[in-house]
């Protein structure tokens, strides 16, 4: 049993990494980009905000969303936002808004994989994207977002 786990895990993190190798020039071309609109939520751009673009059924995504609740509950000054093409189950977040269902989202940002940050300023611009496949990448994309405050 301990195997089979195993190998379902070497291959995840085989594809992830493979996936990683290529999204570095896709996530350079999102800086500078405007950030995109959420379906059927007023998301306001009034303080850095960190959206964490996730899929629910990826293993790697649930750990970096306790990664981001730990940021959250440290840190108030920043927005921390976790955003699914989907639904998503029911998550205890208390800090951590949840979008749910914003595949359209994804398709303008064509995120490369997941999971993903990308830092969004107070005027509304994308300021740094990258796969967010370690905690280490989570904090880096934090330390970004509070270098705009």
């Known amino acids: 049993m301990l195997a089979l786990a ?29 950030a995109p609109e959420f379906q059927g939520t007023a998301l306001r751009w009034d303080r850095p905000t960190l959206l964490l673009f996730v899929s629910a059924d990826c293993s790697i995504c ?18 921390y936002v976790a955003v699914f093409p989907g639904p998503a ?11 749910q269902n914003q595949s359209a989202a994804f398709q303008t940002l064509s995120i ?28 880096e994309l934090t330390g970004t977002a509070k270098g705009l405050l």
């Open 112 to 139: 490369p994989v997941t999971p993903f940050g990308v830092v969004v300023g107070a005027d509304g611009m994308v300021s740094r994207a990258i796969p967010v496949g370690s905690a280490s990448a989570l904090h």
């Open 89 to 99: 189950d029911d998550l205890p977040t208390r800090r951590v808004r949840v979008l």
């Open 6 to 34: 195993l190998a379902g895990l070497l291959r995840q993190v085989r594809a992830l990494s493979a996936q990683m190798a290529q999204a570095p020039a896709r996530a350079s071309a999102l800086t500078g980009a405007p």
């Open 62 to 79: 649930q750990e970096r969303l306790r990664d981001l609740e730990a940021l959250a509950e440290q840190d108030g000054k920043l927005s």
